[in-house]
């Protein structure tokens, strides 16, 4: 039987990756490039003020010239040097705390279709959890249940 007492806490990822908002979209490429992750909290003084996903940061490139030139490339990687953060972050972000639960987590993911949230403790980044660390817990659980 599935433990209804397991916190946000329990099954959140750490340690996060993050961008402050004055960090240019090249630095956000490369983590996305480097890194198997899909969401980028954006940090200002310890307290989240954004979020990027790598939906965003592909709705980003789409605009860009579709042709793969050499001129084409330096120009868009020009401007990918030129945006900040800030200027193309989601800036509405929900926050959990570690001890909030796994169906209020839940809730907020299918209530509101994000996929990540970042896990805040008094303010400050402690986490993220995302909806791949909800399946892997329910998985988990499910292994275990029919071992």
């Known amino acids: 039987m599935k433990?209804?007492?397991?916190?946000?806490?329990?099954?959140?990822?750490?340690?996060?990756?993050?961008?402050?908002?004055?960090?240019?979209?090249?630095?956000?490429?490369?983590?996305?490039r480097m890194n198997n992750i899909h969401h980028i909290p954006v940090v200002d003084k310890g307290k989240v003020v954004g979020i990027i996903s790598k939906s965003d940061y592909?709705?980003?490139?789409?605009?860009?010239?579709?042709?793969?030139?050499?001129?084409s490339n330096e120009y868009n990687d020009a401007i990918m040097r030129s945006l900040l953060v800030g200027e193309v972050m989601t800036k509405q972000v929900a926050t959990l705390n570690p001890e909030d639960s796994l169906e209020m987590a839940a809730g907020f993911f299918r209530e509101n279709l994000f996929h990540a949230l970042p896990v805040v403790d008094k303010g400050t980044l402690i986490g993220i959890v995302t909806t791949f660390d909800l399946i892997t817990y329910a998985f988990s659980e499910y292994t275990v249940l029919n071992s």
Do not use: A, N, W
């Not at 993050?18 to 240019?24: A, C, G, L």
């Not at 592909?58 to 001129?71: S, V």
């Open 58 to 71: 592909y709705r980003l490139l789409h605009g860009f010239t579709l042709f793969k030139t050499e001129k």
């Open 3 to 32: 433990d209804k007492t397991t916190t946000v806490g329990q099954i959140m990822s750490t340690p996060v990756i993050t961008v402050s908002p004055d960090d240019t979209m090249s630095k956000v490429q490369d983590i996305f």
